[in-house]
């Protein structure tokens, strides 16, 4: 049940951030179906899954309350293993399926130093997330470094609706989310996250 959850969380992080806009195309976000989160293929040794980044046990969304909402509340502990000064590097990728391929969209949100800006109130992962964390303070040093590290959300709540300039959008969609991280002299750590998500982008 978590880990559906979770996939909702990540995605309406995604597409809060790499859609909004004020241009006049509305769309709404459907989940498949329960296992929208999946590993990445093909990948190498090292690459771990949306359950190497935490544990998201603690974490609940009502979607029962609202159309078009998701509430979302409770907290998620970090599991990477990673070192509190490197530099944690993120990106999502939204691909369209057509003709029988996933096939890049003009959709990216690149953040090679995620850290320095989960925090800033200026910033698309503050307004999505980081405002919505309740223990700031004892966070704020080790973002999603520290193994152990527990993120306590106010409950909170996400729209599902969309708005885009891009007239045709809609039809089957996958987020595709990896995070890497960099230690001293900029050296990769042996293990990063990939994860992807699967949704149906619906015209209103
Ligand atoms: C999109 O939604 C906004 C309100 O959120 C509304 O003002 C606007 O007219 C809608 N546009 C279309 C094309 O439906
Ligand atoms: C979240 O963590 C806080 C502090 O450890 C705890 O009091 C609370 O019960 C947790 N929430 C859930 C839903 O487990």
Request: net charge neutral; proline share 4%; hydrophobic share 35%.
């Amino acid at each position: 049940k978590s880990k559906m959850w979770l996939n909702r969380v990540m995605l309406l992080l995604v597409a809060a951030g790499m859609l909004g806009s004020s241009q006049p195309y509305n769309y709404s976000i459907e989940f498949e179906d329960y296992e929208i989160f999946s590993e990445c293929r093909n990948q190498p040794d090292g690459v771990l899954g949306i359950n190497g980044l935490a544990d998201f046990t603690e974490l609940t969304i009502d979607s029962q309350t609202q159309m078009d909402k998701l509430k979302i509340s409770g907290n998620a502990t970090l599991k990477w293993d990673i070192q509190q000064t490197d530099r944690v590097q993120i990106k999502l990728t939204l691909l369209k399926y057509y003709r029988q391929e996933w096939r890049p969209t003009i959709y990216e949100i690149f953040s090679p130093n995620f850290c320095s800006i989960l925090f800033d109130e200026n910033q698309y992962w503050y307004k999505s997330w980081g405002q919505y964390i309740t223990n700031i303070k004892d966070v704020k040093d080790k973002c999603i470094n520290v193994p152990g590290t527990k993120f306590i959300h106010k409950p909170f709540s996400w729209d599902l609706s969309i708005v885009s300039a891009v007239p045709n959008m809609d039809g089957e969609h996958k987020i595709l989310i990896e995070l890497s991280a960099f230690g001293h002299l900029n050296i990769k750590r042996p293990t990063s996250i990939c994860y992807e998500m699967k949704v149906n982008i619906v015209k209103m």
